[in-house]
């Protein structure tokens, strides 16, 4: 499994970005994408996640109402569109996959790294003031 993500850049506060992280290889045992995020000197953390079964998303507290998760399952891809960005959303945005079958496991399962198998090579977001 190969993703590669992009769509990062320098936008101003209150502006929008849209991330794309494109998905090749054994894709179709996946069960779930997720979002993650690294500032500088920070652990990486959550930002969002889809599981395919049933659809469901998930938010870290910070992003719910600005960022939305989405699915192209024709082109593989996820999306994450970032809207009324904020300085502190300044960060390398890595987007991973968990592979094996459907789950119904809840946003805990998914807002874990270890839960993921395989992870892009991140796309940088500045969000300038």
């Known amino acids: 499994v190969q993703l590669q993500a992009f769509g990062g850049g320098l936008v101003q506060a209150g502006g929008s970005l849209r991330l794309s992280c494109a998905a090749s290889?054994?894709?179709?045992?996946?069960?779930?994408m997720g979002w993650f995020r690294q500032a500088p000197g920070k652990e990486r953390e959550f930002v969002a996640a889809f599981r395919w079964s049933g659809g469901r998303r998930y938010y870290r507290d910070s992003v719910k109402g600005r960022f939305t998760i989405s699915r192209d399952i024709a082109k593989n891809t996820v999306y994450l569109q970032m809207n009324s960005l904020k300085p502190e959303d300044t960060a390398v945005y890595y987007c991973?996959?968990?592979?094996?079958?459907?789950?119904?496991?809840?946003?805990?399962?998914?807002?874990?790294?270890?839960?993921?198998?395989?992870w892009g090579q991140g796309t940088q977001v500045t969000v300038s003031s």
């Open positions: 290889g054994r894709t179709f045992s996946s069960n779930g």
């Open positions: 991973a996959v968990s592979l094996g079958r459907d789950t119904s496991y809840s946003g805990s399962y998914y807002s874990q790294p270890s839960t993921y198998d395989y």
